[in-house]
């Protein structure tokens, strides 16, 4: 009976062993980590993001540096535990050189202060955007390539009061990354005059709007929706059936591809929504046309046009294989020299030139946008302005901006 | 005619589900005290086997034989985890109760100790304080939080405690989610300071696991001397047969929030070091899922035996980080690698048809079966 | 009733009735728009929370994959809906599909396992996790929204409030017919009374001669079928996605709880209080919103822990 117990732990533990062990390492090959968030409610960008990441790594034809490059692949839920749980297993259990992912805020959080624990593996992220990840004690082997959430909301305000909305409504979601695009967006907006008079925070994941709506003051210019997701298509259902007439302005993740094509009516009323991101679905630019081109190609079940998730999955992916390629693959040395190499690269992704600033986060570009709709129906963003060179501080001086605090719900704040 | 014989069968069927100790346990244990002439202690000593110091020894010499990995992610974890479903196999085995809270009471320790720790966290609330003065706090708080739940779900019975006890843990979900002031809202608690004592870093993977490993043995050894001390006993009986119980003099309400305050004990203990282990805790660690995952491992494993649990969360813990690899592997270029939980959910069902008592009581059968076999061959040889 | 306790409930009554003439003197909009919103809410939580305590009630089946068969009955109404253009056929198949399933794993899996209640919950938790995976494969991660004809998309002008949505009102009209066939079927059907029967002695039933086994597959077909008609017609006005499951099925808890376990009256009077609280906290407290209607709910548990209808267990 004892044998028979020790048989069976044993036989478990050599299975466990056996899956985990089978993939030797070949001395031609670069393992690289890849996190999404498979599960929960992101899935939808988590299956976008791999795929942006794949096409990244088949843009190099699996190869980089004269190695293979093998990816890893892994999911999270969007839990931070759960995140950093799948990382520690690809770092040291699967032994990855490089580390690519996660896709969420806190998850990105997690990582990065995981990450310090780990000094001689690299760490480049999927497509988090929590200010805090770079701005709030940094991690030296962490690097992100994609503007953060906040970033990608400057010169909305300016645009917004273009158009004429000189009193605004919020509503929003109650968590970081809504706090940091409803930061970006009114450093400029509130700075030029523009008041946001009424702030409706709801839980995440909330599904009756009736009585935020209800609540709505009558007298604003126009309404500033920052929901992603399920959340934006029933926010803007209720909106709709409740006699809403307002315009809207909406955040990044509100009025993009995974929005604009979840499963239901189309919205015409959506038509002419300017929103802000790191990317515009119209791009005029022959390296967007390719990055589009080439993910219809590889990805018939993906969507019309990559979505957010994609492309910066992307562009992090792309930055990492730059920077493999520029020290020849040589990881030796803690990776010192990759990362100085990564520290100084400019990357030419499809939405214009990224360079990275001393907390190892990107300076890039911020597009406005609209909804259009094009002849075939298809809803998609075409760029109406375009802002360069825009960093962590927002366009502020370094002290202003500490002064000022990162975004919170009552930060910043002009009624 | 036998459709009357099964009508007229009115008690409840015995199952494992319905007595769950009370099959498992042989009648000589079963409510013996322990005997004076020789004292607890000597008993105790007396009932160690042979398999008990194998398996001892090879939980020492484990992590001296695996990589750190295994030590720390796969080893911690389970203990950590295992500790915290026998507080819920301990309620739902000796007390009938099943309580999805266990998961909860872990995260308020944890949460606790966050609040009063050292974090790297800007929102919520930060005390700094020494790693032994938050662990002196989260502890009782923990344990009171247990009994505040036990409280409100013991004038309930059965399949109204799971109910009941899933609200309360999503009722703390929700005010933790949201809160930002005090608990640090989506985000949680970040970069949360692990114990540094004696100059040891107790983060480090061999610390952590021979402390986990500490702390599961003493809540073994604790769940094994209550079940056979008068307060287990008391508690086994009032599983059976409250009634009975109140009519010979036991208060049974108080007697089961004990049970829910010894189990709260616990299952603090574990979140205590699974927040060491993660140096986080957010909404995630007690959302549904955490909860539902508790309850999983304590079926797994089996609620017969204190080591149930524990077996359970080395399986999950198990599947968990390794199932995408074999899903991968076997399924070949099926695109099936996303289905892992799929994998573990399967598993799960598989084993409630099946073997219900979870895999003790699948072991206990083909034991059985084997001793059986022995039987036939021997007519002398008997239980 | 004890003296004290009724005065309790009188002074809860007038301090209720007090702070709702406060807030509508304060801003009638938005105490009507919130009761509003709180009533057609419990429509839903009703649909849902009516299957939930029906299974429990007469087979001590705590089935923790309502939330699933929910999603499911959307995700499958959707495809209908989608393909034949036609909502109505929508939720039929939303409602009949969930339906056949729920008979399938009553008569396949339940049936073995009849009188171990706990062995039965687990086997539902795994299904909840195996059903939701299966869903993500085949549906993904995006949102689905079912598309309800135009006549009842649109809003309709209600007092004090000028606009307020027609197919919240639909629903609200559609729970109440449910509510009322489920009573006439209950109450006026021989089948419904051997449910009835079986509720209240389950043991006495099968003693009778009646085939217990048919009226249980009639019944968890009957709850499973309103699972998914909740799923399908919440689809037209919320969008649905992996991890709806847990959600709503954290609802039908509250409310079959609060209202008690088997009762369908129960579970009408514990929708209202559940949807009217949530929506009211909405409105005047949106943070903890959720918290309330947990805090309601251990209110009610505190005086009442069978439930406000609940049979002693």
């Known amino acids: ?51 942006g990441a794949e096409l990244a790594v088949k843009a190099h034809n699996g190869m980089v540096a004269g190695k293979k490059i093998t990816v890893i692949k892994a999911s999270s839920d969007a839990k931070p535990d759960v995140a950093v749980a799948a990382v520690r297993k690809l770092v040291e259990q699967d032994k990855v050189d490089v580390m690519v992912g996660p896709l969420s805020g806190s998850e990105g959080i997690a990582v990065k202060n995981y990450s310090k624990s780990q000094p001689n593996i690299t760490f480049i992220n999927g497509s988090s955007g929590a200010q805090q990840t770079t701005l709030q004690d940094p991690s030296p082997n962490f690097f992100r390539f994609n503007t953060d959430g906040a970033q990608w909301m400057v010169g ?209 570009t911020t597009f406005i946008t609209e909804v259009a709709k094009g002849p075939d129906g298809v809803f998609f963003n075409k760029v109406v302005a375009t802002v360069p060179n825009v960093n962590q501080y927002l366009g502020m001086a370094k002290a202003d901006f500490d002064k000022q605090g990162l975004g919170s719900r009552d930060v910043p704040n002009c009624p | 005619m036998s459709d009357w014989r099964r009508a007229g069968n009115l008690a409840p069927a015995r199952t494992a589900w319905s007595r769950p100790a009370a099959l498992k346990w042989p009648e000589s244990r079963l409510g013996a005290p322990a005997r004076t002439e020789r004292g607890r202690i000597a008993t105790a000593l007396g009932a160690v086997r042979v398999r008990h110091v194998v398996v001892l020894a090879a939980l020492i010499a484990y992590p001296f034989v695996v990589p750190p990995f295994f030590t720390f992610q796969i080893g911690g974890q389970t203990l950590a985890l295992g500790l915290i479903a026998l507080s819920l196999s301990f309620l739902a085995g000796y007390g009938g109760m099943v309580s999805l809270a266990q998961m909860t009471v872990a995260g308020i320790a944890g ?66 989610h949201q809160n930002i002031s005090i608990f640090g809202g989506f985000t949680g608690f970040q970069a949360v300071a692990a114990p540094e004592a004696f100059g040891i870093y107790w983060r480090d993977p061999l610390p952590f696991y021979f402390l986990s490993l500490a702390c599961a043995l003493g809540g073994y050894v604790l769940i094994k001397y209550t079940a056979r001390a008068p307060f287990g006993v008391a508690l086994q009986g009032i ?98 690698r996303d289905r892992f939980n799929l994998v573990i959910g399967g598993v799960f069902l598989l084993i409630v048809l099946f073997s219900p008592d979870g895999l003790l009581g699948w072991w206990t059968r083909l034991r059985r079966r084997f001793e059986t076999a022995q039987e036939r061959s021997d007519p002398r040889a008997g239980r | 009733m ?145 598309d309800p004809p135009r006549l009842i998309s649109t809003s309709v002008p209600v007092p004090v409030i000028n606009n307020y949505s027609t197919y919240k009102l639909v629903l609200l009209a559609v729970a109440v017919a449910v509510g009322v066939l489920l009573w006439f079927f209950l109450a006026r059907t021989r089948v419904g009374m051997m449910i009835r029967a079986g509720v209240d002695d389950r043991a006495m039933l099968q003693a009778s001669g009646t085939n217990v086994q048919i009226v249980f597959a009639l019944t968890f077909a009957i709850g499973a079928g309103l699972a998914g008609l909740a799923g399908v017609l919440n689809g037209g ?15 039908a808890l509250l409310v079959v709880i609060v209202g008690g376990m088997g009762s369908i009256v129960g579970a009408a009077i514990g929708s209202v209080l559940i949807g009217v609280v949530q929506a009211f906290g909405l409105v005047y407290a949106p943070t903890y919103s959720i918290v309330f209607t947990f805090v309601a709910m251990a209110a009610v548990l505190a005086f009442r822990p069978q439930g406000i209808l609940g049979a002693k267990a």
Not at chain 2, 140 to 157: D, F, Q, Y
Not at chain 2, 163 to 174: N, P, Q, S, V, W
Not at chain 3, 12 to 23: E, L, N
Not at chain 3, 239 to 251: Q, R, S, Y
């Open chain 1, 1 to 51: 009976m004892k044998v028979r117990a020790t048989q069976l732990v044993g036989g478990l533990f050599a299975l466990a062993l056996a899956a985990s062990t089978a993939t030797g390492a070949l001395a031609q090959e670069i393992k690289i980590g890849l996190l999404a968030t498979l599960e929960g409610p992101f899935a939808a960008g988590g299956q976008d993001g791999m795929r």
């Open chain 1, 156 to 364: 909305l305000g300016d645009y917004a009061l273009k158009k004429g909305y000189k009193k605004m409504a919020l509503i929003a979601e109650d968590y970081s990354f809504p706090y940091s695009q409803v930061h970006g967006f009114m450093v400029g907006y509130c700075k030029a005059g523009g008041r946001i008079t009424h702030k409706a925070w709801v839980p995440l994941g909330a599904k009756d709007y009736a009585s935020v709506i209800a609540a709505l003051p009558k007298d604003v210019d126009a309404l500033l929706v920052v929901l992603g997701g399920s959340d934006a298509v029933n926010f803007l259902t209720q909106y709709e059936r409740a006699g809403g007439d307002k315009p809207l302005v909406g955040g990044t993740i509100t009025v993009d591809q995974t929005v604009l094509n979840f499963r239901g009516r189309r919205r015409e009323a959506l038509v002419g929504t300017p929103t802000a991101g790191p990317m515009a679905d119209n791009l005029d630019t022959p390296e967007w046309k390719k990055f589009v081109a080439d993910y219809k190609a590889n990805f018939k079940d993906g969507f019309p046009s990559p979505s957010l998730f994609a492309f910066l999955y992307y562009i992090n992916m792309k930055a990492t294989l730059e920077g493999l390629e520029a020290v020849k693959g040589d990881l030796s040395d803690g990776q010192k020299k990759y990362r100085e190499a990564l520290a100084k690269l400019v990357l030419k992704s499809p939405a214009g030139e990224i360079r990275l600033d001393d907390n190892r986060q990107a300076i890039g």
């Open chain 3, 237 to 251: 006005e919320e969008a649905f996605k992996p991890g709806e499951d847990t959600n709503v099925l954290l609802f």
């Open chain 2, 239 to 336: 599983r059976d047969n409250p009634r009975r119980m109140a009519a010979l003099g036991f208060n049974v309400t108080m007697h089961r929030i004990a049970a829910y305050t010894l189990a709260g004990f616990l299952a603090a203990i574990g979140g205590l070091l699974l927040v060491w282990y993660n140096a986080l805790v957010a909404p995630g660690s007690v959302d549904t899922k955490a909860l539902i995952i508790v309850l999983i491992i304590a079926v797994l494993g089996g609620f017969a035996h204190p080591i149930g649990p524990f077996i359970g969360a080395a399986i999950f813990v198990l599947l968990q980080n390794f199932a995408i690899d074999v899903v991968d592997r076997l399924s070949g270029g099926l695109g099936l």
């Open chain 3, 2 to 146: 004890r003296g004290w306790t009724l005065w309790w409930w009188i002074a809860a009554v007038v301090a209720m009735v007090a702070v709702s003439a406060w807030a509508i003197a304060n801003n009638p909009f938005k105490f009507v728009s919130s009761l509003l919103n709180g009533i057609t809410a419990a429509a839903l939580y009703f649909l849902l929370a009516s299957g939930f305590t029906l299974v429990f009630g007469l087979m001590r089946n705590v089935n923790l994959a309502h939330g699933s068969l929910y999603l499911l009955g959307g995700y499958l109404g959707w495809i209908v809906a989608d393909r034949t253009d036609v909502w109505l056929l929508g939720v039929a198949a939303g409602f009949l599909s969930t339906g056949i399933l729920g008979l399938l794993l009553q008569v396949t899996v339940f049936r073995w396992m009849q009188g171990e209640d706990m062995r039965q919950t687990m086997v539902t938790i795994g299904l909840s996790i195996v059903l939701a995976d299966i869903m993500l494969w085949v549906f993904g991660g995006l949102a689905y929204q079912l």
């Open chain 2, 111 to 176: 949460y606790v100790y966050a609040i009063f720790g050292t974090t790297a966290t800007t929102d919520g609330l930060t005390l700094g304080w020494p790693w032994w003065a938050a662990s002196l706090m989260a502890i009782p708080i923990a344990t009171l939080a247990a009994t505040l739940i036990g409280w409100l779900s013991v004038r309930t019975e059965g399949i109204y405690t799971i109910m009941i006890t899933l609200a309360a843990g999503m009722a703390f979900y929700y005010l933790v």
